[in-house]
């Protein structure tokens, strides 16, 4: 393995913390012996381009420092390749490094940890979900969810998370249940009314909320989580269960396990779905677990 690392830097990650975490977390590698380089790319196509360039020339490692949509942009460079990727989580949900196990806001203690686990040979093979030719890490998400991110994603005002809250507020008034054909490996195509399916490689989404709270990322299988029909009422009572993962006991939610799972709706609903937290289309979307995908800095 070549002793130069490749830093995946997004600048404005958690209001500029990625910029700022860059450096200490490269002290540590350099510290440790490994040469660095940095990726910044002038939007997220020019950085991905760049990305893959550093793994095509043979980097030791891809070394993620930002949030959940730059691990998802790493993916999308290191999968299938054998190049080990690192996580510096310094961004607003840190899901993926959560669900992982890896430091938090914190890059100093996640470079030093990137380091020895390079010297050491230590990773981990993890799975990931592929639609299309776009893999994904922790869960792809459709319906309400799915909904409100689209509704804050066209809003100019107000900015932040307070945005997301707003959005949220106007999709439950508009709450209605989505008549989703869904089929699961190669069963039988199933209607399924429900409130939101989340297809879980990964645990949890949106900051640490649990939706597949048993998902394992290397057992090469998704958990599917379908929330039913239900009223604005039973929806609040739920939704702060979904932090604990206890959720899944309600007689609203249903658990599925699959490793292909088709989603997809009339196109009048008009239904999105997002991977990683980040837009991938509308339905219909295939979702296929690839096991062993990934080797993991860990």
């Given amino acids: ?5 490749t830093l995946f830097v997004n600048p ?3 209001r500029g913390r990625g910029a700022r975490a860059a450096q200490p977390a490269a002290q540590a590698l350099r510290a440790a012996g490994f040469g660095v380089r940095t990726v ?5 196509a020019d950085a991905l381009d760049r990305a ?8 030791g490692a891809l070394v993620a420092v930002g949030g959940d949509g730059m691990v998802s942009l790493a993916l999308q460079a290191v999968a299938g390749t054998g190049t080990p990727l690192g996580v510096v989580a310094v961004g607003t949900g840190n899901d993926f490094a959560r669900v992982n196990g890896l430091p938090v806001r914190d890059p100093a203690a996640a470079g030093t940890a990137i380091a020895a686990a ?4 230590r990773d981990r093979a993890l799975d990931l979900g592929r639609i299309g030719d776009r893999w994904f890490g922790t869960v792809l998400a459709s319906g309400f969810d799915s909904r409100v991110n689209d509704r804050g994603n066209r809003m100019t005002w107000p900015v932040g998370r307070f945005r997301y809250d707003l959005a949220m ?11 989703f ?12 009314d ?3 399916i989340a297809v879980g490689n990964g645990s949890s989404y949106g900051g640490g909320m649990r939706i597949c709270a048993d998902a394992a990322m290397d057992d090469g299988r998704f958990d599917v989580c379908v929330v039913g029909p239900c009223s604005r009422a039973t929806l609040l009572r739920v939704f702060p269960r979904v932090y604990r993962g206890t959720h899944t006991g309600h007689p609203v939610v249903t658990m599925r396990r699959a490793a292909r799972v088709r989603l997809d709706v009339d196109p009048a609903q008009d239904v999105t779905g997002y991977a990683d937290g980040e837009r991938v289309g509308p339905l219909p979307l295939v979702a296929q677990t690839v096991p062993k995908a990934v080797r993991l800095l860990a």
């Fill in 1 to 5: 393995m070549t002793s130069e690392i």
């Fill in 52 to 59: 893959r360039s550093a793994v095509a020339d043979g980097t």
């Fill in 181 to 192: 054909r869904v089929t699961f490996d190669d069963g039988p195509e199933e209607r399924i």
């Fill in 12 to 14: 404005v990650a958690g």
């Fill in 169 to 179: 507020v106007a999709e439950l008034a508009a709450l209605r249940p989505i008549p």
């Fill in 40 to 44: 910044v790319g002038e939007d997220a």
């Fill in 118 to 121: 390079l010297r050491d040979g």
């Fill in 194 to 196: 429900a409130t939101l």
